[in-house]
């Protein structure tokens, strides 16, 4: 006689689905932990940056990037390249600083870093936890306002997805993008550039695929 096939019973599928609901919401609890770090770096480069910058005014009475005591300063091999001390930082957040002559917003970098304000050496702009560009400029990058207010310096971090930037203007300021000293735009490239006609988004969309450039009042 040929032996009835077994199935599973009720109580072995119970576990089966038991323990996969365990391993998606580990999954899931990891995914947000992730989040949280990154959200809480974040939020620690805004402030150190800041820092770094009160503290370099502090101490050499002058603004790193447009520092025109900084080459005598630092001479040694390559040399601090002077800003023209005029009180803004000319250039882009995203400028390229790889040039020959690379503007006031990359010498920003090197004068924070000789000063020991922040780690590293050279010019070249830092990133974030999400991979995106961190970067200062004045405004429009001349000197106009940008995000429908934002005349002075700012401070501006690219690339993040949307629930690490409604969570980090939430945590510093008022989370709406298009108000208070934390400012959003809704991407459409990586580490877009802000002109003079570039305005702030009305509100932020959880959409799990949109990405957002945060800038902040110095």
């Not at 959003?184 to 990586?190: C, D, R, V």
């Amino acid at each position: 006689m040929k032996n009835p096939q077994k199935g599973f019973t009720l109580v072995e599928i119970a576990i089966v689905l038991v323990i996969i609901g365990l391993l998606l919401g580990g999954i899931l609890k990891g995914q947000e932990m992730i989040t949280q770090a990154k959200t809480k770096n974040i939020i620690a480069d805004f402030s150190g940056i800041s820092a770094a910058y009160h503290g370099y005014q502090d101490r050499y009475r002058a603004i790193p990037g447009d520092d025109n005591g900084a080459a005598a300063r630092w001479t040694t091999a390559p040399a601090a390249v002077n800003g023209n001390g005029n009180g803004v930082v000319v250039g882009a957040y995203n400028a390229d600083c790889t040039v020959v002559t690379p503007p006031e917003s990359c010498h920003w970098w090197d004068h924070l870093r000789r000063s020991g304000f922040v780690a590293g050496g050279g010019s070249q702009q830092p990133f974030n936890a999400a991979a995106g560009m961190i970067g200062v400029q004045t405004g429009d990058g001349a000197g106009g306002a940008i995000f429908g207010g934002f005349s002075g310096l700012i401070i501006c971090s690219a690339n993040l997805p949307d629930k690490i930037a409604i969570a980090v203007d939430t945590q510093m300021d008022d989370g709406v993008p298009a108000t208070g000293t934390v400012r959003g735009m809704l991407q459409t490239a990586p580490n877009p550039s802000l002109g003079p006609a570039t305005t702030a988004t009305a509100t932020y969309a959880e959409t799990g695929t949109n990405v957002y450039i945060l800038c902040r009042a110095m």
